[in-house]
């Protein structure tokens, strides 16, 4: 059992940081109700451009690791 409890989230982006870790739906128990603008709404701009942001650092070091561990693998 996973125990979701949103109503401790002060702002979206917690609740979003709090979802993102969730892997599957299966046993996962919401604790009490909550207002659904907790989950119902985009995640804040700033959230998106980190998560951008990131996500092109984990491409950079793959592509910069392939090059350095070359010799490695050849």
């Not at 979003?16 to 996962?28: A, D, K, N, P």
């Amino acid at each position: 059992m996973l125990p979701v409890y949103f109503t401790s989230c002060n702002e979206l982006t917690m609740t979003y940081v709090m979802l993102s870790r969730i892997r599957s739906l299966e046993g996962i128990t919401i604790l009490q109700p909550f207002p659904i603008g907790k989950i119902n709404s985009h995640a804040p701009q700033a959230v998106r451009n980190e998560l951008s942001r990131l996500d092109a650092l984990a491409n950079a070091s793959r592509e910069q690791a392939k090059e350095d561990l070359l010799w490695y693998y050849t």
